[in-house]
């Protein structure tokens, strides 16, 4: 099994910073790439910021300069360092990782964690 756990989320008033983590574990491997995306109420979920395992990232537009994505490929870990919050920075924040797992075949899969609560609010 494959397991996508992100943890790091909570309350911060505007202007302020949070860091979330991401670790990918079980039977995944040589992973390509791993991503933040994140939901707002009555939205659809949106792409945030992702990194490739050679350290290429890209970033949405709403987030570009306030955000940045880093990655330990030996732990399969990601992080999402938020600085600047905004109001409208709250949402679930989704991580996934896109790799291959033993427990299936054919190509590489995107696997999703279940997500953690950002909240910006005064």
């Known amino acids: 099994q494959v397991h ?3 943890s790091g989320g909570g309350l911060v008033q505007p202007g302020g910073s949070l860091r979330l983590s991401c670790a990918a574990s ?37 987030v570009k300069g306030r955000f940045a994505v880093s990655r330990d490929n030996a732990k399969n870990t990601v992080y999402l360092q938020m600085n600047s919050l905004k109001p409208e920075d709250t949402a679930v924040y989704y991580c996934n990782a896109d790799g291959f797992s033993t427990d299936s075949s054919g190509g590489s899969r995107v696997y999703w964690g279940q997500g953690t609560q950002v909240t910006v609010s005064s």
């Open 4 to 6: 996508v756990v992100e």
């Open 26 to 62: 079980g039977s995944i491997f040589s992973i390509a790439s791993m991503g933040w995306y994140r939901q707002a109420p009555g939205k659809q979920r949106e792409f945030v910021a992702v990194i490739t395992s050679g350290g290429y990232t890209e970033y949405s537009d709403s």
